[in-house]
């Protein structure tokens, strides 16, 4: 069953389940983030990796060219046509071991081409989250850091056998912008 705003935050206030967190929507002048009706919209944070083709690298999920990618720190990232960039969750998540989420892009971003990416926040992980941001656009795009990216969804269910945490996923813990790993 997905979970409502009132959940999210006695977990988030009791099991430090997201930090920060923020307790309403924020919306002024801004991409909204914070707590939601049945959700969290998380925000990105103020550092990038721009995929560029500059060094020719191959994009190899199981062996990437770190070179393959410019790093930028600034309060908007702009990402070429058709290209995309990786960026970090300022929220730091701790799933309990019966929750996982599930992450939408948001749809100010969706509606001007650009799509947010994040895989499921398993059972017992914890980090921040590495987005992947696409433009699909002939244009290019802006990004605003510390705005709303995307919204997770928070589902809880029954405790699973092995959760990511048991299995010591190899994303656990993370706190940067990761690259895909073996």
């Known amino acids: 069953m997905i ?3 009132k959940w999210i935050r006695k977990m988030a206030l009791e099991n430090n389940m997201i ?3 923020t307790e309403i929507q924020i919306r002024q002048s801004c991409i909204s ?3 939601s009706s049945y959700g969290y919209d998380m925000r990105v944070g103020d550092e990038y990796k721009l995929f560029t083709n500059l060094n020719n690298s191959l994009v190899d999920p199981k062996s990437i ?3 393959a990618f410019v790093d930028i720190k ?4 702009i990402i070429p046509p058709n290209s995309f960039a990786l960026a970090r969750s300022i929220e730091y998540f701790k799933m309990p071991r019966n929750v996982m989420t599930v992450c939408l892009g948001k749809s100010t971003y969706a509606r001007c081409g650009i799509i947010v990416n994040v895989t499921p926040l398993e059972p017992e992980w914890e980090g921040n989250v590495t987005i992947e941001i696409s433009n699909t656009t002939t ?3 802006k990004i605003y850091s510390n705005e709303g990216i995307a919204q997770l969804l928070f589902f809880e269910g ?3 056998e092995t959760s ?3 299995k010591k996923g190899k994303y656990q813990s993370q706190t940067g912008i990761t690259l895909p790993k073996l």
């Open 164 to 166: 990511y945490y048991d």
């Open 139 to 141: 244009l290019p795009a």
């Open 19 to 21: 930090s920060p967190f």
């Open 74 to 77: 600034s309060e908007v990232c």
């Open 3 to 5: 979970k409502n705003d």
């Open 158 to 160: 029954e405790q699973p």
């Open 33 to 35: 983030y914070g707590l």
């Open 65 to 67: 060219d770190s070179r």
